[in-house]
């Protein structure tokens, strides 16, 4: 599969991405990045290993394309985060959170046994 058609399909998932993060559907959302993530590889190894049978010198209206679709991902994965970050951030306090309570009955239960 070209680069050019990895793209595009990273594209459609990052577009479901944006989906799923207003849905707040946490689930398809990871079911989509780790697609995304997986497209990403593939593309990485399929450049490393420069197949022959993909031409060596895009077109100008190919590399227009591939950034008109980066661009894009980028721009959902922007949204995305809008989304996620603050979910992030509730989780965050409320894990923190727990930490403090246990140390704090930690704390009493040693007071405790020190009477």
């Known amino acids: 599969m070209s680069s050019l058609a990895l793209l595009e399909q990273m594209s459609n998932?990052?577009?479901?991405?944006?989906d799923a993060a207003r849905a707040n559907d946490w689930d398809r959302l990871t079911r989509l990045e780790r697609q995304v993530a997986s497209l990403r590889d593939r593309m990485g190894v399929e450049e490393a290993l420069g197949f022959p049978s993909r031409p060596k010198r895009m077109s100008d209206d190919e590399r227009q394309k591939k950034i008109d679709l980066i661009r894009r991902?980028?721009?959902?994965?922007?949204?995305?985060r809008v989304h996620t970050e603050p979910w992030m951030d509730n989780v965050r306090q409320l894990l923190s959170g727990g930490a403090r309570e246990r140390k704090l009955r930690n704390a009493y239960e040693e007071k405790d046994s020190e009477s």
């Open 73 to 80: 991902i980028l721009d959902d994965d922007k949204e995305v």
């Open 13 to 18: 998932y990052s577009t479901e991405m944006v």
